[in-house]
């Protein structure tokens, strides 16, 4: 079983950066597509960002040229750089493959807030 731990949240001003990180476990981690996704207060979650095995990637057009998600597969880990931070991106943080197959973690928090 696959297991996914996010990192990295926190409260930030807006405008400001974040890097959130998420480490799995298991040795077939290169080969999935890996998708951060975030659920805001009384909303769905929804996907934000993808990478694939390959390296490409996709962005919700929200996000798109603020937020940048990599992915180390040496270290099984995806990395989610978030700057210009604006009030609107405030909600919890998860990772999982695209489409979503394994169990979800705890997902980290992000609160942009002055």
């Known amino acids: 079983q696959v297991q996914l731990v996010e990192s990295g949240g926190g409260l930030v001003q807006p405008g400001g950066s974040l890097r959130l990180s998420c480490a799995a476990s298991g040795r077939i981690f290169s080969s999935y597509t890996m998708g951060w996704y975030r659920q805001a207060p009384g909303k769905q979650r929804g996907l934000v960002a993808r990478?694939?095995?390959?390296?490409?990637?996709n962005y919700a057009d929200s996000v798109k040229g603020r937020l940048t998600i990599s992915r180390d597969n040496a270290k099984t880990t995806v990395y989610l750089q978030m700057t210009r931070l604006k009030p609107e991106d405030t909600a919890v943080y998860y990772c999982?493959?695209?489409?979503?197959?394994?169990?979800w973690g705890r997902g980290t928090q992000v609160t942009v807030s002055s």
């Open positions: 999982n493959t695209d489409p979503d197959i394994f169990r």
């Open positions: 990478v694939t095995s390959g390296g490409s990637t």
